[in-house]
């Protein structure tokens, strides 16, 4: 019998010009499981031999006549292949593998390197683009073979001595196949973005001109900075986003002030990030500060976080109801004056930003507005970092804003980074500063930053415990409820995981059991042929798959028992959380981006052996222990069903510490759902209700 991949191929071939996706590829041939027809397939593509791109949403496969020269055989020396760019200079191809010389220890991706660069042309090649002061612009998906991540992104500085910076273990191997070709005047940056939903390695010269000079603590605005300047803060930006990305892991996402209010455990005195709807970074995937700020910064000041984003939100009730008062609050003045620019009317409200107070006349004329601003800022997604030190100029808080505000500026600056769009709102905005920054901030647009602000900043975004929110004080009381997922699930998401909110499990695990959960992740949705996916480590999704909060995937008996306005308690309360156990995932929280599948844990994927026992003996329990005592839940309700207890089993007696309230509905057979959605409901009504009273 022929072996599959050459089968996959005859039929490709017998059927030039056409895409078929893996599933029209597996049902033709009669193959059995899906993923071995993806996983022919991607070794197809990489060898050249077919085709493999998203169309419609879709990977398909397609054989070309003439694909052969896709994998030309190696030019000799100072020959031109013929793939390449007829500008591009000759070059001497030394084999990859002489470059692997001993910078440190070797690494699993030193294989997938090797076989990123020989398809690119060689790193003899790497280096005479960049030494032209151009950037190299590589394919990387070859990674995604050899391991799996959370977050591919990252940069790391290189040096003929080894790594000066580095971000992940993917780009710390780099070292053994770069170092060796670096003088001792270069350094390198290498930078791995996501762009169009594929991996890419950026390589370009540190400091070409000046042989590689320490970077500074401040970034000089203008024309004239330097290339290093230039470098450094492309660096500290990457460097904000991830403690930003930190933070939001830690804190559990990010809120909208239509959903905030006083009652919510806020920190006394912070910083908070705004975002905007559509506005987006270089990757098109990662939402976009567009403000930054705090309160609070002169001496004896009373003013509180809440206060301030309540300026911002405007008033719910009174006779101003719906709108606010711009004269109080910078963010919304800014945004109103680009809402008259837009529409045209500036001339019909002259005294838009005009004077500290308005009269009542004045103020009902300018209501229509306020109401407009509202609108607009209460939509969009924020954070807020808990930084309680005393009010004044020289405040941690002050430091940590104007770093930040002069940091992500574009306002003359040599280099846009993370430009704004061409519908955002603030491009209307009659100030320079908001056009031209990028931000809805009028002040330290144009300033110096001095990069000591960001190890003040993560020292802060450290400080902040899980679930709470706020600086750790002390022990609180957290209630976990532990609940079984549901076979009944809604179509439909979005299928770019970065954009759906809510915590991930695998951010918060510790290293050891993050790995363990995630390999448990990857071998169950291989034996059901789930594609690929960054929910299972992959950098990007393969065959449209789309993602939604759990608990609105979920549709089973349980689910539909617990009202929009539970779920709103949830997510506005500190101390009560509810994690799902999964048949595919193990363990989810309430609010994690899921994808539609079909297992669950009285089911049996591998012929014999039930779901629930094989995530038992593969550590389930082991991974709940330690999320509970991570995060310091003290009070847990257990309301698993049989299968989905079996899963987890024994986690209480790994620490004996953990106590628990186990909730059973003997008799009820089917209706059980019924009575535990119910009870879930009732629980979560009365433990929120409680801390917002």
């Not at 940069?155 to 971000?167: K, P």
């Not at 000046?210 to 500290?236: F, L, V, Y």
């Not at 014999?608 to 009070?635: N, Q, V």
Request: net charge positive; proline share 5%.
């Amino acid at each position: 019998m022929s072996r599959m991949i050459d089968r996959i191929l005859k039929f490709l071939m017998d059927r030039p010009g056409e895409w078929f996706d893996d599933g029209e590829i597996q049902k033709a041939l009669g193959i059995k499981n899906r993923a071995q027809v993806n996983s022919r397939c991607r070794k197809l593509a990489d060898e050249g031999k077919i085709l493999r791109s998203r169309i419609g949403g879709r990977l398909k496969n397609s054989y070309q006549k003439g694909l052969g020269l896709l994998e030309p055989t190696p030019p000799a020396h100072g020959q031109v292949p013929t793939l390449l760019s007829n500008t591009r200079e000759p070059y001497s191809r030394k084999p990859i593998e002489n470059s692997l010389i001993n910078y440190g220890r070797k690494s699993k991706y030193d294989e997938a390197w090797k076989t990123i660069f020989e398809k690119f042309g060689g790193v003899d090649f790497v280096f005479q683009i960049i030494r032209s002061g151009k950037i190299a612009e590589i394919p990387a998906n070859e990674l995604s073979k050899y391991g799996s991540r959370i977050n591919w992104k990252g940069t790391n500085i290189f040096s003929h001595e080894g790594v000066i910076q580095h971000q992940g273990a993917h780009l710390n191997a780099l070292k053994n196949i770069l170092c060796e070709h670096i003088t001792k005047k270069e350094k390198i940056v290498c930078s791995m973005r996501i762009c169009g939903g594929e991996l890419r390695l950026f390589i370009k010269l540190f400091d070409s001109a000046k042989g590689g000079e320490s970077r500074p603590s401040s970034h000089s605005p203008g024309p004239s900075e330097t290339p290093q300047r230039k470098m450094a803060r492309r660096e500290d930006i990457e460097s904000f986003y991830q403690l930003l990305d930190q933070l939001s892991t830690i804190i559990g996402g990010t809120r909208v002030l239509s959903k905030c209010d006083g009652k919510m455990d806020w920190p006394k005195r912070g910083v908070y990030f705004f975002f905007e709807p559509g506005e987006y970074r270089e990757d098109n995937e990662t939402p976009r500060v567009v403000r930054v700020g705090t309160h609070a910064i002169s001496l004896g000041s009373e003013s509180t976080l809440w206060g301030r984003l309540r300026s911002h939100r405007g008033f719910l009730t009174g006779r101003y109801a719906g709108g606010g008062n711009h004269r109080g609050s910078i963010f919304r003045k800014l945004v109103g004056y680009a809402i008259l620019e837009k529409g045209g009317h500036h001339s019909d409200f002259p005294t838009w930003g005009q004077g500290q107070s308005a009269t009542p006349s004045v103020r009902n004329r300018e209501h229509p507005i306020e109401v407009e601003v509202s609108r607009h800022i209460r939509e969009m997604p924020f954070l807020w970092l808990d930084v309680n030190d005393e009010p004044g100029p020289t405040s941690d808080r002050k430091t940590i804003e104007k770093g930040a505000i002069a940091l992500l500026s574009n306002r003359n600056k040599g280099e846009i980074i993370d430009p704004s769009s061409e519908n955002w709102m603030g491009r209307w905005c009659p100030k320079g500063a908001v056009r031209e920054s990028g931000l809805w901030n009028s002040q330290h647009t144009d300033k110096k930053y001095d990069a000591n602000f960001l190890r003040g900043f993560k020292s802060h975004v450290e400080k902040v415990s899980p679930i709470q929110g706020k600086a750790d004080d002390g022990p609180t009381k957290k209630t976990l409820i532990l609940i079984p997922c549901s076979g009944r699930k809604r179509e439909g998401g979005n299928q770019l995981y970065q954009r759906v909110p809510g915590r991930r499990m695998l951010d918060v695990l510790s290293e050891n059991y993050k790995d363990m959960l995630l390999s448990s992740r990857q071998e169950v949705a291989k034996a059901i042929e789930e594609s690929a996916g960054p929910d299972l480590g992959s950098p990007v999704s393969e065959g449209g798959v789309t993602f939604l909060p759990a608990f609105k995937r979920y549709d089973g008996n349980l689910y539909r028992q617990i009202t929009e306005r539970t779920w709103e308690n949830l997510r506005r309360s500190n101390r009560v959380d509810v994690v799902i156990v999964s048949g595919l995932y193990g363990l989810v929280f309430w609010d994690e981006p899921i994808r539609y599948y079909n297992v669950m844990m009285n089911q049996s994927p591998w012929y014999g052996r039930r779901l629930c026992t094989w995530w038992k003996r593969h550590g389930l329990p082991e991974i709940l222990a330690s999320l509970i005592m991570k995060i310091g839940y003290s009070d847990i309700h257990d309301f698993l069903s049989t299968h989905y207890r079996v899963a987890v089993n024994d986690y209480q007696r790994l620490n004996p510490s953990i106590g628990a309230h186990t909730h059973n509905y003997p008799g009820l057979g089917s209706g059980a759902d019924y009575h535990r959605g119910r009870d879930i409901n009732d629980l979560i009504l009365k433990l929120t209700r409680v801390k917002n009273e």
